[in-house]
């Protein structure tokens, strides 16, 4: 079994920060990439950003210049720093790792942006 555990989500003023963790463990054999979706409400789950074993990088175009994604290989943790938090940001928030065989998500954890 693999378990992803979820942090950092909340409440926050326009223009303020967040940081998104994500932890795996269990019997993962190997990860390629992790990342983070979104969905906002009455929306699509969408890519926020993915970050490959590799280090290479991919961020939707509404968050680039102000979303930082990081991994620690060694933890299997993935990190999402948000800055210049915009109200349209406000979305549940889910992790999402890609392992050799198999895709896991998150429960997902709530980001609200208040204008």
């Known amino acids: 079994q693999v378990h992803l555990v979820e942090s950092g989500g909340g409440l926050v003023q326009a223009g303020g920060s967040l940081r998104l963790s994500c932890a795996a463990s269990?019997?993962?054999?190997?990860?390629?990439?992790m990342g983070w979706y979104r969905r906002a409400p009455g929306k699509q789950l969408e890519l926020v950003s993915v970050?490959?074993?590799?280090?290479?990088?991919n961020y939707a175009d509404s968050v680039k210049g102000r979303f930082t994604i990081s991994r620690d290989n060694a933890k299997n943790t993935v990190y999402l720093q948000m800055n210049s938090l915009k109200p349209e940001d406000t979305a549940v928030y889910y992790c999402n790792v890609v392992g050799s065989l198999t895709t896991y998500w998150g429960q997902g954890t709530q980001v609200t942006v208040s204008s």
């Open positions: 269990g019997s993962i054999f190997s990860i390629n990439s």
């Open positions: 970050i490959t074993s590799a280090g290479g990088t």
